[in-house]
């Protein structure tokens, strides 16, 4: 009788052997589809990265091409042209600060900074804004802000 017991135990030793062989060999597999699939996915993540800069880049010439496409269309009014030295220059005059004539363009103070300093243009509706203002002396500026 000692021979069964014996046997019992052989056998499911050898089971569970065979079976820790067989997972083994199915974890590899899915170690390696899942090395795979982590590098395919790191490739994608640096393409759309890369897609982005290029997107926001193009996004960037077109802003600037954009200004001067749009008054060849032939629309109708006057081209407006801008500077920011005369811009500072009619803000100082007036003897405003930038965020009260932003008031009177319908932009914020540091959008008349930013303009000033060169590191943005008005768009072609903030150009008619800044020519409006361009037309006021001192009173009308203050009975203007005095109104608001």
Same mark, same amino acid.
Request: overall charge positive; cysteine-free.
């Given at each position: 009788m000692?021979s069964?017991?014996?046997?019992a135990s ?18 590899e ?8 699939? &982590?590098? +395919?996915?790191?490739? %994608?993540?640096?393409q759309? /990265? #890369? =897609? ?9 010439v077109s802003?600037r ?13 006057p081209?407006? &042209?801008? +500077?920011?030295t005369? %811009?500072?220059a009619?803000? /100082? #005059? =007036? ?5 009260a ?7 914020t ?11 943005a243009?008005?768009?072609?509706a903030?150009?008619?804004? %800044?020519?409006?203002?361009?037309g ?13």
């Amino acid at each position: 009788m000692r021979s069964m017991p014996n046997i019992a135990s052989i056998l499911k030793a050898e089971i569970s052997r065979v079976a820790r062989k067989e997972v083994r060999t199915e974890i590899e597999t899915l170690k390696k589809a899942s090395a795979h699939h &982590r590098a +395919s996915i790191a490739a %994608l993540r640096r393409q759309v /990265e #890369k =897609l982005e800069k290029e997107l926001r880049h193009a996004l960037r010439v077109s802003a600037r091409v954009s200004p001067a496409g749009e008054a060849d269309e032939g629309e109708s009014g006057p081209s407006r &042209r801008f +500077s920011a030295t005369r %811009l500072a220059a009619h803000r /100082e #005059k =007036l003897g405003l600060s930038a965020a009260a004539y932003g008031k009177l363009v319908g932009v914020t103070g540091q959008t008349i900074y930013k303009w000033e300093q060169g590191r943005a243009r008005p768009r072609k509706a903030q150009l008619e804004g %800044l020519a409006s203002v361009r037309g006021l002396g001192r009173r009308e500026v203050a009975e203007q802000l005095n109104a608001e």
